[in-house]
Nanobody, 123 residues
Framework: VQLQASGGGLVKPGGSLRLSCVTS????????IGWFRQAPGKDREAVSC????????YYEDAVKGRFTISKDNAKNTMYLQMDNLKPEDTAVYYCATAAPLTVVCVDAFFPNWGQGTQVTVSS
């Protein structure tokens, strides 16, 4: 399973970015998917997930209402639309996939990871 993340960059506060993650070697339609991030000096944290079992989505409180997770099964691609970005969103963002019975948005349960893409929010 391979995941390739892209779309990061430098953006001013209030700006937007869309992260993409192309997957290969797995069926995205039958996977629990997630985006995670790690800021300098901090532990990796979950940002958002789509739980395959029941289709629910999870968002970390700090990004609710600003970020949107989605996927295109036909393209084997997952996305994270990030709007109204804040300096505290600065981090390396990782996409990840897990088995369809994975029902928690916790990095330890995701075996497949992309390489990370840097998002920097600064004026």
């Amino acid at each position: 399973v391979q995941l390739q993340a892209s779309g990061g960059g430098l953006v001013k506060p209030g700006g937007s970015l869309r992260l993409s993650c192309v997957t290969s070697g797995s069926n995205l339609e039958r996977s629990t998917i997630g985006w995670f991030r790690q800021a300098p000096g901090k532990d990796r944290e979950a940002v958002s997930c789509i739980i395959h079992k029941d289709g629910t989505t999870y968002y970390e409180d700090a990004v609710k209402g600003r970020f949107t997770i989605s996927k295109d099964n036909a393209k084997n691609t997952m996305y994270l639309q990030m709007d109204n970005l804040k300096p505290e969103d600065t981090a390396v963002y990782y996409c990840a996939t897990a088995a369809p019975l994975t029902v928690v948005c916790v990095d330890a349960f995701f075996p497949n990871w992309g390489q990370g893409t840097q998002v920097t929010v600064s004026s």
